[in-house]
């Protein structure tokens, strides 16, 4: 829909300029303002809307199945660089994959099987695009240098799965909130 400003503030009148087939079944959608789209999961696999031209584009990364084994068992999270140029997903096998979105190039894989036994269920990135932290059912928050592919801080004080983390960032300092079922 777009809006219309009226000599009085924000017009009442919004007008349906295109429309999709339905494909959203739940989960994160992530607005991504320089390629002016919008991405979200859909079974699994990562969609993306251009909002410039209103298609609809599957399986965004499939392109590495043939040479990525870990992509076919599905996404259960993502979050998109603060540049738009690269994102990084959650498999439902818990390893963490590092991809470039303008060609789908895989950067690094972070398996997860000495870090994950459980699902991760959010992840964010910091301000600089450097960090990425993941909150997961086994109750911890992992905090990965995206640039070194390594883990730097484990936080284990919840109490009940991590359901979400953000990032807010000052000039001086970063700091990590985490929320979770145990309030």
């Known amino acids: 829909s777009s809006l219309v400003s009226s000599s009085d503030g924000l017009s009442k009148h919004w007008e349906v300029q295109s429309r999709l087939h339905p494909f959203y079944d739940?989960?994160?959608?992530?607005?991504c303002d320089r390629s002016n789209s919008v991405?979200?999961?859909n079974?699994?696999?990562l969609s993306v809307v251009n909002l410039s031209d209103s298609t609809f584009h599957t399986d965004v990364l499939g392109a590495s199945k043939g040479t990525d084994e870990v992509v076919e068992d599905g996404?259960?999270?993502f979050?998109?660089?603060?540049?738009?140029e690269e994102i990084v997903?959650?498999?439902?096998s818990y390893a963490l994959k590092h991809y470039r979105l303008d060609g789908k190039s895989l950067i690094r894989i972070i398996k997860g099987g000495g870090y994950y036994q459980m699902p991760i269920l959010c992840i964010e990135y910091d301000r600089s695009g450097t960090l990425v932290a993941t909150g997961c059912a086994d109750r911890v928050v992992r905090v990965w240098d995206?640039?070194?592919?390594?883990?730097?801080?484990?936080?284990?004080?919840?109490?009940?799965?991590?359901?979400?983390?953000?990032?807010?960032?000052?000039?001086?300092s970063i700091s990590l909130f985490s929320c979770s079922s145990d309030n």
């Not at 739940?26 to 607005?31: A, M």
């Not at 997903?89 to 439902?92: C, I």
């Open 26 to 31: 739940g989960g994160r959608v992530k607005i």
């Open 146 to 172: 995206m640039v070194k592919g390594h883990c730097t801080h484990t936080f284990r004080q919840h109490l009940d799965i991590v359901t979400h983390i953000d990032f807010m960032s000052t000039d001086k």
């Open 89 to 92: 997903v959650a498999t439902v």
């Open 79 to 84: 979050c998109i660089h603060p540049d738009g």
């Open 43 to 45: 079974n699994e696999t």
């Open 39 to 41: 991405y979200c999961l």
């Open 75 to 77: 996404i259960s999270c």
